[in-house]
């Protein structure tokens, strides 16, 4: 059974960075790809970034390019966000969501497309 724990989220200026991570256990790190999303109060969840199995590539939503990097650390089994020039539209909670794949080509940018979660982490940011 896979587990994820999301940590470093909190409240933060317009513009500040942040680094969120997710903590990986219960399977296999490498086998699966992971990304990022996030729901902001009232809305529903909507995709930030995506990261494939093991090649690193990555995709970002518009909002996310140029200013998120997703990364994922298979020393630490864990999965990163570095967060930077943070806006008010940043607000929200983070979930970190894993999917196994046998297929290293590939990631997801649909919620229902992943079959485990993080319990989020809140960032507000604060103008």
């Known amino acids: 059974q896979v587990h994820l724990v999301d940590a470093g989220g909190g409240l933060v200026q317009v513009g500040a960075s942040l680094r969120l991570s997710c903590a990986f256990s219960?399977?296999?790190?490498?086998?699966?790809?992971m990304a990022w999303f996030r729901q902001a109060p009232g809305k529903a969840r909507e995709f930030v970034a995506a990261i494939r199995r093991t090649s690193g590539d990555t995709v970002y939503a518009d909002s996310a390019k140029g200013r998120f990097t997703i990364s994922k650390n298979a020393d630490e089994n864990t999965e990163n966000l570095q967060k930077c020039s943070l806006k008010p539209e940043n607000t929200g909670v983070y979930y970190c969501?894993?999917?196994?794949?046998?297929?290293?080509?590939?990631?997801?940018?649909?919620?229902?497309?992943?079959?485990?979660w993080g319990q989020g982490t809140q960032v507000i940011v604060s103008s």
């Open positions: 219960g399977g296999y790190f490498n086998g699966y790809a």
């Open positions: 969501d894993a999917r196994a794949t046998q297929r290293n080509n590939v990631y997801y940018t649909r919620t229902e497309s992943y079959t485990d």
